[in-house]
């Protein structure tokens, strides 16, 4: 057997080896409950899969670069914070690029007197969380070695399975604090923070698993493999586009799990900007939105344009049928919530879809949705916020509705006097 042969042979087997292990840590981390597990799953892995002496996790603080975990041969900087502009790690993030130094002692990105006291020489570097990077992934070498195209594609692999990972850790311990904080009188925020530490645990933790899987398969193929590929692209692709709407949702919600900060907002101001940023999506449809003058009110501006957001966009969206659609921001007699003087009800009609008066109060339940998804698009949480921002604003919120004629949403808010 030629030498050509034989190291062929060998490749494929290491490949084989590389792709069984990238899989199981994969699963590994989808399952993971905490920091150190993850870090421990990815050092382990790192130094496998790069043939390395070390491996560290390296998580931004602010302006400082904290060395998490290490897995290697001797001590390195396990528990060290270094000033985000002084050190490699902080190079990577601040340029969300991937690194491949041979020899550290001729690169000045790397502070050489913290190298030192270590056995490193070599080393490679790739961000976790390419778009906005929340920390880098590490693997050095004892003496001196050019990590190849594919090493660090790997190590880049490795990083993006640990983002996910940390993301749904990040997001379930928010979720944990926050329930412990809370007194028992919070029931429909309770329902909100269930709904999105389902959608943290039981959608992000599999999609991670996807998105990996999809990846290794995508490298593992060659470009004469089209079929395949696109297929693996498509995987991928789609997975993005979940993990996008993922983030949406977890957006609404931690927008709206924050302090709020009243002032007086001018409502029928926001309303009209809500319309105008709506107008190119039904610019092939008569639609008209009227807002009356003189809305005032005293709330969170971000989150008051949220609550208008919310019901002005699901009337153009359910008016989507209606050949003429009519929609309305006005304010509402006094007594169809029946709230203290100190509030104010305003209500936003539309002559849409509608919906069956007695199904009304389902409307504002977490995940909870009339409609399939064929019929309107949507994912069961917009509404759910809007009650959840109105109730901390003190007020109440209602909905009316009648099949194929309409709906009427009516909200109550503190008053600007």
Known sequence: MSATVYDERRDDERHGQHGELLTRTVELLSTADSLERVTEVVTAAIRTVMDADGASVVLREDSTCFYADENAVSPLWKGSRFPLDSCVSGWAMLHRQSVQISDIYVDPRVPHDAYRPTFVKSLAMAPIRSASPIGVLGAYWSVEHTASPAQVRLLEVLANSAAVALENL????????????????????????????????????????????????????????????????????????????IDRMLAIYRITNRPIEPAPVDLSEIGRDVARSLEPTVADRDVEIRVEDGLHAV????????????????????????PSARISLERAPVDKIGEPDPLTTFVVRDNGDGFPPDRADRLFRPMSRLHTEGEFPGTGLGLASVARIVELHGGRIRAEGEKSVGAAFYFSLPGAG
């Open 299 to 322: 709330a969170d501006p971000v989150l008051a344009h949220m609550v208008l957001e919310n019901l002005i966009g699901n009337a153009v969206k359910y008016t989507g049928r209606t």
């Open 170 to 245: 990040e997001l379930r311990s928010a979720v944990v604090r926050r329930s412990a904080e809370r007194d028992s009188a919070a029931a429909r925020a309770d329902e909100l923070e269930a709904a999105v530490q389902t959608i943290a645990h039981d959608l992000r933790s599999p999609l991670g698993a996807i998105l990996g899987y999809a990846e290794l398969l995508e490298d593992s193929l060659s470009p004469a493999d089209r079929e395949a590929l696109g297929f693996a692209q498509t995987i991928a692709g789609a997975g993005q586009r979940m993990a996008e709407q």
